[in-house]
Protein backbone atom coordinates (compact mmCIF):
# COMPACT_ATOMS: atom_id res chain seq x y z
CA UNK A 1 0.00 0.00 0.00
CA UNK A 2 1.33 3.26 -1.19
CA UNK A 3 0.77 6.96 0.65
CA UNK A 4 2.70 10.16 0.91
CA UNK A 5 1.96 13.04 3.20
CA UNK A 6 3.08 16.58 3.10
CA UNK A 7 2.84 19.40 5.28
CA UNK A 8 1.60 23.16 3.42
CA UNK A 9 0.80 26.28 5.13
CA UNK A 10 -3.16 27.20 3.18
CA UNK A 11 -3.43 30.86 4.01
CA UNK A 12 -2.85 31.16 8.11
CA UNK A 13 -3.95 27.46 8.28
CA UNK A 14 -1.90 24.52 8.59
CA UNK A 15 -2.59 21.95 5.39
CA UNK A 16 -1.69 18.12 5.67
CA UNK A 17 -2.00 16.86 2.45
CA UNK A 18 -2.86 13.12 1.77
CA UNK A 19 -2.34 11.09 -0.57
CA UNK A 20 -2.48 7.64 -1.89
CA UNK A 21 -4.30 4.61 1.02
CA UNK A 22 -4.75 5.84 4.16
CA UNK A 23 -4.40 2.83 6.64
CA UNK A 24 -2.30 1.87 9.66
CA UNK A 25 0.87 2.66 8.08
CA UNK A 26 0.40 6.18 8.30
CA UNK A 27 -0.07 6.21 12.20
CA UNK A 28 3.27 6.93 13.19
CA UNK A 29 3.87 9.50 10.18
CA UNK A 30 0.56 11.19 10.27
CA UNK A 31 1.09 11.93 13.84
CA UNK A 32 4.68 12.99 13.56
CA UNK A 33 3.81 15.84 10.88
CA UNK A 34 0.49 16.77 13.16
CA UNK A 35 2.39 17.43 16.18
CA UNK A 36 5.08 19.21 13.78
CA UNK A 37 2.43 22.09 13.32
CA UNK A 38 2.80 25.04 15.72
CA UNK A 39 0.76 23.98 18.86
CA UNK A 40 -1.04 27.75 18.63
CA UNK A 41 -2.24 26.27 14.81
CA UNK A 42 -3.22 23.37 16.15
CA UNK A 43 -5.42 24.90 18.68
CA UNK A 44 -7.10 26.43 15.58
CA UNK A 45 -7.61 24.65 12.41
CA UNK A 46 -5.41 21.93 10.75
CA UNK A 47 -6.90 21.13 7.27
CA UNK A 48 -6.42 17.89 6.19
CA UNK A 49 -6.71 17.56 2.42
CA UNK A 50 -8.33 14.05 0.85
CA UNK A 51 -8.46 15.28 -2.68
CA UNK A 52 -6.16 12.59 -3.12
CA UNK A 53 -7.12 9.72 -1.18
CA UNK A 54 -8.10 6.70 -2.64
CA UNK A 55 -8.57 4.10 0.23
CA UNK A 56 -9.08 4.36 4.14
CA UNK A 57 -9.65 1.67 6.03
CA UNK A 58 -10.40 1.35 9.59
CA UNK A 59 -7.34 1.62 10.60
CA UNK A 60 -6.47 4.83 9.01
CA UNK A 61 -9.78 5.78 10.16
CA UNK A 62 -8.74 5.21 14.18
CA UNK A 63 -5.70 7.51 13.34
CA UNK A 64 -7.69 10.21 12.07
CA UNK A 65 -9.74 9.63 14.91
CA UNK A 66 -6.87 9.66 17.20
CA UNK A 67 -6.38 13.50 15.68
CA UNK A 68 -9.66 14.43 15.78
CA UNK A 69 -9.80 13.74 19.58
CA UNK A 70 -6.13 15.63 20.16
CA UNK A 71 -7.79 18.61 18.82
CA UNK A 72 -10.52 19.07 20.07
CA UNK A 73 -9.26 18.46 23.60
CA UNK A 74 -7.63 22.15 22.94
CA UNK A 75 -10.64 23.21 21.16
CA UNK A 76 -9.13 22.80 17.85
CA UNK A 77 -10.81 22.01 14.47
CA UNK A 78 -9.71 19.72 12.22
CA UNK A 79 -10.79 20.90 8.97
CA UNK A 80 -11.61 17.63 5.72
CA UNK A 81 -11.13 19.36 2.65
CA UNK A 82 -12.29 17.39 -1.12
CA UNK A 83 -12.71 13.97 0.00
CA UNK A 84 -13.99 12.22 -3.34
CA UNK A 85 -17.21 10.43 -3.12
CA UNK A 86 -16.34 6.74 -1.85
CA UNK A 87 -13.95 8.55 0.58
CA UNK A 88 -17.06 10.78 1.70
CA UNK A 89 -19.36 8.53 1.97
CA UNK A 90 -17.04 6.12 4.16
CA UNK A 91 -16.56 9.30 6.57
CA UNK A 92 -20.87 9.84 6.61
CA UNK A 93 -21.44 6.24 7.28
CA UNK A 94 -19.09 6.12 10.56
CA UNK A 95 -20.30 9.81 11.72
CA UNK A 96 -17.32 11.80 11.14
CA UNK A 97 -18.99 14.37 8.70
CA UNK A 98 -20.74 15.19 12.08
CA UNK A 99 -17.63 16.06 13.52
CA UNK A 100 -15.37 17.50 11.27
CA UNK A 101 -15.25 20.60 8.96
CA UNK A 102 -16.31 19.50 5.69
CA UNK A 103 -15.38 22.21 2.76
CA UNK A 104 -15.22 21.93 -0.98
CA UNK A 105 -13.19 23.51 -3.27
Request: hydrophobic share 40%; net charge negative; charged share 25%.
Given at each position: ?S???R??Q????????LE??I??????EL?E?Y??????????R?????S??????S????????????????G??????????????I???????E????T??
Amino acid sequence: MSHHIRLFQKGEFPLILLEGEITGEIHNELFEIYYSVDEDARKKRVILDFSKVDYINSSGIAALIEIITSSEKFGGVIECLNPKKQILHILEVIGLTEILKMTYE
